[in-house]
């Protein structure tokens, strides 16, 4: 993902294994671009908890998994699912 380059760079020449606070202490300060915004490693890793991670893989899925809302593109949006109760359903549009 384009967006983490910089911080996959730097977790691939980390040296394993590493913990949270070790990532957040050495790459803390790292702002990641979002989609609608940004946010720093240390902002997303802190929702994770105290976790020790084996590898870069491990610890740039820790990170991709903790990102905000930020992250994705149109909340709640889906052209798939029907609609839940107690929402307002969705205009058809014909092509």
């Known amino acids: 993902m384009r967006l983490f380059t ?4 730097r977790f691939e020449t980390h040296s394993y294994p590493a913990t949270t606070q070790e990532l957040i202490d050495e790459y803390g300060d790292l702002e990641l671009m979002l989609p609608n915004g940004s946010e720093t490693i240390e902002t997303a ?3 994770v ?7 870069a ?4 899925l820790a990170v991709y998994g903790a990102v905000s809302d930020k992250a994705i593109g149109r909340k709640f949006y889906s052209d798939r699912d029907p609609v ?3 929402e307002r359903g969705y205009e058809q549009i014909s092509f």
Request: no cysteine.
């Open 6 to 9: 910089e911080a996959n760079e």
């Open 45 to 47: 890793l802190s929702r």
């Open 49 to 55: 908890g105290n976790e020790t991670y084996p590898n």
């Open 57 to 60: 893989e491990a610890a740039r």
């Open 84 to 86: 839940a109760s107690g």
